[in-house]
């Protein structure tokens, strides 16, 4: 029997605010130097930015899509941060944390990662890794023992397969019972009672409750809590102060950004807690300024918390996904050869290696996309359930690579086949899985989470 879940997905909307970290790249002359807050110790001004390197992207053209896109009737907050050449360029938010106040959404308003914290799970196991406290290539059971999988299964499937979604299970298992209010250990140990579609490490199948099995191998290993292994290990020294896994460090931060359904017409709906239960699959909260730190270490910027080898670990594909392929394919012009990391996705974009991740729960949406080699890329965090933001991370590409740009953020008019609700993203992925398990190539695809 399929369990899945009907996970919401939600964008944040904005507009422009006194207190929001921003610029004119075209202007005559320099604007006045404004601080990016950061590690205490990394500080910069946009000034100090501007003097470093030229720009290729078009912060106006940006901003000015930004401000139009926050006026949607879908749209409630939005934060985006955009960082070229190693460097936070961009950062600025846009909207109200509520559709009924006027409490501005800035770079410091905390919203949930959702998906998007997939790869700081990645990314901690891959550092324990290194470190010599696991190996990748080990079978899974033994470091996560409420894991249990069809066959016992979790004896021949690898940490790298957990975290690839290669444990040959159909996608989302038991994520509605998650939902549902049941104890994500208990869920993993039922898993061994489903089918499974295909051997484990040969074909892609995306999962929160068993990918949560990666929060058992951090504590197994390290001795300490998942949350406090990856504050102390990664988000402490990179600086991301606002960085917390439980609902209470999202309610309590001095501005936050509750979920909504809706847009501008709804009212904020309860912050669930299900997915914080599973805080390797989607626990994160942060600001974008916190978020844009995060993908700066991605790129490379950071060796001394992540490594080159961690770096390559993480980010060199591990699973055909032509099933995100098949979701993204409003953007198939440019987008091809998606594949999946260790809870990373990596792309080919018009010929360029970009790497990334999409994420939604209920009320909060989330996208983070770069190119490792030109270490720029985006990010934004938003609280609505609209899709329409998702667009922004291939304008912003187009302007990184000097292609033709085009209306991905559908602002002009042009209205391309309406995004799919995640009832009909479900039933896609049931289908592309059903594909995988029928005629798997070496390995196969599929995709999403309590966001994607």
């Known amino acids: 029997m399929l369990y899945l879940p009907a996970a919401a997905v939600v964008l944040v909307l904005g507009a422009w605010t006194s207190t929001s970290v921003s610029f004119n790249w075209n202007s005559a002359s320099p604007p006045a130097p404004e601080n990016i807050p950061g590690n205490a110790a990394k500080d910069l001004t946009i000034a100090e930015a501007r003097a470093k390197r030229p720009s290729v992207i078009d912060y106006r053209r940006l901003d000015q899509r930004l401000q139009r896109l926050v006026q949607e009737p879908s749209m409630v907050g939005l934060s985006v941060a955009v960082v070229e050449n190693g460097e936070i360029r961009f950062l600025k938010g846009y909207g109200a944390t509520t559709a009924a106040s006027n409490e501005p959404v800035t770079p410091n308003t905390v919203f949930r990662w959702a998906s998007v914290s997939k790869g700081v799970a990645g990314d901690m196991v891959a550092k324990l890794a290194e470190q010599g406290k696991l190996s990748l290539y080990a079978p899974v059971a033994k470091y996560a023992p409420s894991l249990r999988l069809p066959g016992g299964n979790e004896h021949r499937a690898t940490v790298s397969d957990l ?82 896994m439980t609902r209470e460090g999202l309610v309590n931060a001095p501005s936050w950004a509750p979920p909504h359904r809706g847009g501008k017409t709804s009212k904020p709906v309860e912050v669930t807690e299900s997915y914080y239960r599973v805080p390797a699959a989607g626990g994160v909260n942060s600001s974008i300024k916190d978020l844009a730190i995060w993908m700066k270490a991605q790129m490379g910027v950071e060796p001394d918390v992540l490594s080159p080898k961690v770096l390559s670990a993480v980010q060199s594909p591990r699973a055909a996904t032509p099933g995100e392929q098949a979701r993204m394919r409003k953007f198939r012009e440019r987008l091809s050869k998606a594949s999946y990391g260790l809870g990373w996705r990596i792309y080919d974009y018009a010929g360029h290696t970009v790497v990334g991740h999409r994420g939604g729960v209920t009320g909060y949406r989330s996208l983070i996309l770069f190119d490792p080699a030109k270490q720029a890329g985006v990010v934004a965090l938003w609280n609505s359930s609209t899709a329409q933001p998702g667009g922004l991370e291939f304008e912003v590409l187009d302007m990184l690579y000097k292609l033709p740009l085009k209306d991905w953020l559908n602002l002009d008019g042009r209205k391309d086949a309406p995004t799919p609700q995640p009832q009909e993203m479900l039933k896609q992925e049931i289908e592309s899985t059903a594909t995988a398990a029928a005629d798997p190539p070496k390995s196969a695809g599929g995709r999403r989470l309590s966001g994607r």
């Open 163 to 244: 975290l690839s979604h290669r444990l040959g299970l159909f996608s989302h298992a038991q994520d509605s019972r998650l939902e549902d209010g049941q104890d994500p250990r208990m869920l993993r140990a039922s898993l061994a009672q489903l089918n499974a579609i295909c051997a484990p490490g040969q074909c892609h199948a995306y999962q929160n409750v068993a990918y949560d099995a990666a929060s058992e191998i951090v504590e197994k290993v390290t001795g300490k809590s998942y949350a406090q292994a990856v504050r102390e290990q990664l988000f402490l020294p990179l600086g991301m102060s606002s960085a917390t």
